[in-house]
């Protein structure tokens, strides 16, 4: 029995309009009524023909009104409803009829009532033709309606119709699509004919399902290769991840002189994409205004994909905002190349800007946009986001998108809601688990990260490269150090996983922060590769958290011959020596700094208050409220004062008086941003603040004692983890 649907129901009884035989063919086909149908612009101007119909009386011919159906069910600019209400008229519609409504609902955003009509059509003793089953093959391949395409094919045995090209063509597509490629082999393998048609039909489902070796071997036996056979080869390999392969091939088809069209160029411009082939992508993009396709809006999109993901953001938006009629992909490709090269502000302006234009983002542009607000700690925009999916997309939200959520919401400094996520996925991913269980370790929630790697074992999921990252952070933020070597130990004998350079800087800044420097130094002087410049940082950091100047000088050589042009280096060194109160050395640095030409990166902080993102550089001025910034820092400094608080000036250049060096502390980027907090919002809310740098000792004991004197809770984002300040503690415990 095929799918168990009701036949669709005929709006009324018309048997009176029809008589028992049309007028002569060649009479009806030139009338001129019906020969206006091939000019008609719409539906409305349809409407006028089909009354010009009913008042010639041509409505009585069955002939008469499958032209209008044809018209209304297939042309861009019909409508397929119209189509139906005129076919519920027909007493006894011929196979042609029949076949073109279920040729409409095939090519519709329904194509599951081709199958319903089909049905219909036996029901009702309609014989269906070879016409029939091409396109209600590929509907029921649309909606991967296998069990139906099997039945579908025994009916076309029955028929003894499985030798037409077209209908044998049809259903080796609809088994490849399917992803039944057995079954399509056994189809393609019984025929005694085979066409170009029926192999690149074959050799597309190889190709689409990533079996790229049957796919190539098919490719070479095809008698004659068409532009569909290279195309699907291309993008076989393209949607494979393999992107040389796929640009490989269409230099070989270049060189069998086989013409390219905007299918290959899309695939090729992927590719492109992805290899960064800036070169390969002008040279397409010349193909294109030669061939006079600067205006398909396939080609432009993909262009501007292109030039964005190679790093060209302003020729990507020069062409992006050339297109007249910008659909949901352009935006999307937009966003997505602005995000990819970490310009979140251009990213989340241009959002903006899609959603006062009325084009609806779906989730693509979420996946694109979620993580800017990662980034920038956009909370209440991902809040937006969060409820607009739940909205929306609640029956079919993916896993990608609540795994972006997860992460979002952690980097947002709102651990609850991201576990709240998390807790609530039907089916959750290996990269799920991941985005967990780093959140838990940026916050500082060591026991509850491992808590949850044990869970995932214990659910049947085999950790990764990235999981280890994770478990390694969070006993580095935790200050786990035996548990941390324990874990890099299980990660490579049990796992079987070999360290990459995220691990040794894990375990070497784990080690450097508790002051096992010798540990440190085996470990680096051990690693299958050679230390880059995040792990001499991270170790030269430890050396200024410990005071250790003589291994600090070793490291800094290091750095600087890695990253000359870097200032962080530089910067660390000289806070070592100025702990050390060898000032000479410090000006000796800074004096290097200055003949470089390099200065050292401003700390910034932001907060989002109302949805707006506001940053503050040290000593800023800028913001609108500046005179209301700067007499609440007064007041948090004189409250500061009466709780005890003395800041710690030892990193501050010697040749600045003592009172000055406290000024230069007291506007420190993260303290601004607080101020601004507290006189931004109510009693009791709780402040979140993002910094670019680590945060500086003094802004972490004062606000430790903001958070008790004010009762707010701060959350605060530095270069590396979080700190939750409640009641005159942090979570960190002081170890950052």
């Known amino acids: 029995m095929l799918l168990s649907s009701r036949s669709p129901m005929r709006s009324l009884s018309c048997n009176h309009l029809l008589p028992s035989s049309d007028p002569p063919y060649k009479i009806l086909r030139n009338h001129p009524s019906l020969s206006l149908i091939s000019t008609c612009k719409g539906i409305e101007n349809l409407k006028q023909i089909h009354s010009q119909i009913i008042k010639t009386g041509l409505h009585n011919t069955q002939f008469a009104l499958s032209k209008l159906i044809e018209f209304c069910a297939i042309s861009p600019s019909g409508d397929l409803s119209y189509a139906i209400s005129i076919f519920s008229c027909i007493d006894e519609p011929n196979p042609f009829v029949w076949n073109t409504i279920i040729r409409g609902h095939c090519m519709s955003s329904t194509p599951i009532h081709a199958i319903a009509f089909y049905v219909s059509m036996l029901l009702a003793g309609a014989e269906p033709n070879s016409f029939t089953f091409p396109f209600l093959l590929k509907a029921c391949a649309k909606v991967q309606a296998t069990h139906e395409g099997k039945q579908v094919h025994a009916h076309i045995l029955k028929l003894g119709l499985e030798t037409d090209a077209f209908v044998h063509t049809s259903l080796i597509n609809m088994y490849a699509q399917s992803g039944k490629l057995t079954d399509a082999q056994l189809v393609f393998d019984k025929s005694s004919s085979r066409n170009v048609v029926s192999f690149t039909a074959l050799l597309t489902g190889y190709a689409s399902a ?413 913001h609108s409220q500046c005179k209301e910034i700067y007499k609440m820092l007064d007041e948090i400094d004189e409250l500061l004062e009466l709780a005890g608080h003395v800041p710690d000036t030892s990193e501050i250049l010697y040749d600045i008086d003592e009172e000055w060096k406290e000024g230069i502390l007291s506007y420190h980027s993260e303290k601004l941003a607080i101020a601004y907090g507290l006189i931004s919002t109510k009693p009791g809310t709780t402040i979140r603040i993002v910094k670019n740098l680590r945060i500086c000792g003094n802004c972490h004991s004062a606000t430790k004692l903001i958070s008790k004197i004010f009762n707010r809770e701060i959350i605060a984002r530095d270069r590396s983890r979080f700190h939750h300040f409640r009641n005159g503690s942090c979570s960190c415990k002081d170890y950052w």
């Open 210 to 622: 990533g079996y790229l070796d049957d796919a190539r071997q098919l490719f070479y036996e095809i008698p004659v290769r068409d532009v569909v056979s290279w195309n699907a080869m291309i993008a076989g390999y393209a949607q494979s991840g393999r992107y040389k392969e796929a640009l490989d091939f269409f230099q070989d088809m270049l060189r069998a002189n086989a013409q390219p069209n905007e299918s290959t160029m899309v695939s090729v411009l992927s590719a492109c994409a992805q290899l960064g082939s800036l070169e390969l992508g002008n040279r397409v993009r010349s193909w294109i205004k030669d061939h006079g396709l600067g205006s398909n809006l396939r080609l432009v999109n993909a262009l501007v994909d292109m030039y964005s993901k190679c790093g060209e953001l302003e020729t990507a938006r020069a062409l992006f905002d050339r297109i007249s009629q910008k659909d949901q992909i352009s935006w999307n490709v937009m966003i997505g190349g602005y995000t990819h090269m970490s310009h979140y502000k251009e990213a989340l302006d241009l959002f903006r800007q899609m959603l006062q234009s009325n084009e609806e983002p779906n989730e693509v542009t979420f996946l694109s946009i979620l993580p800017t607000c990662a980034y920038l700690g956009t909370l209440d925009l991902g809040k937006w986001i969060h409820a607009y999916t739940d909205k929306n997309f609640s029956n079919s939200l993916n896993t990608s998108l609540s795994t972006s959520l997860i992460d979002m919401y952690a980097k947002c400094g709102s651990i609850e809601a991201a576990r709240q996520v998390f807790d609530s996925m039907k089916s959750k991913s290996l990269a799920s688990w991941n985005a967990m269980i780093s959140g838990l370790a940026m916050h500082g929630y060591a026991d509850m990260a491992l808590q949850l790697f044990s869970r995932m074992a214990e659910e049947g999921f085999k950790p990764d490269d990235i999981t280890f990252v994770g478990v390694l952070s969070a006993c580095s933020h935790g200050g786990l150090v035996e548990l941390g070597k324990n874990y890099f130990d299980t990660m490579i004998r049990d796992y079987n996983i070999s360290p990459k350079l995220q691990h040794y800087g894990c375990m070497i800044d784990h080690l450097g922060r508790a002051g096992l420097f010798d540990e440190a130094k085996a470990l680096m002087k051990n690693m299958e590769m050679k230390p880059d410049g995040a792990i001499w940082g991270s170790l030269l950091g430890a050396c200024r958290v410990h005071g250790n100047v003589e291994l600090g000088e070793v490291v800094a050589k290091q750095l600087f011959k890695l990253e000359p042009e870097n200032p962080g280096g530089y910067v660390l060194l000289s806070n070592i020596y100025a702990r050390a109160g060898r000032w000479e050395e410090v000006a000796r640095i800074r004096t290097r700094l200055n003949d470089k030409g390099m200065k050292k990166v401003p700390g910034c902080s932001s907060i989002e208050v109302d949805s707006v993102v506001h940053e503050f550089l040290v000593g800023d001025k800028s």
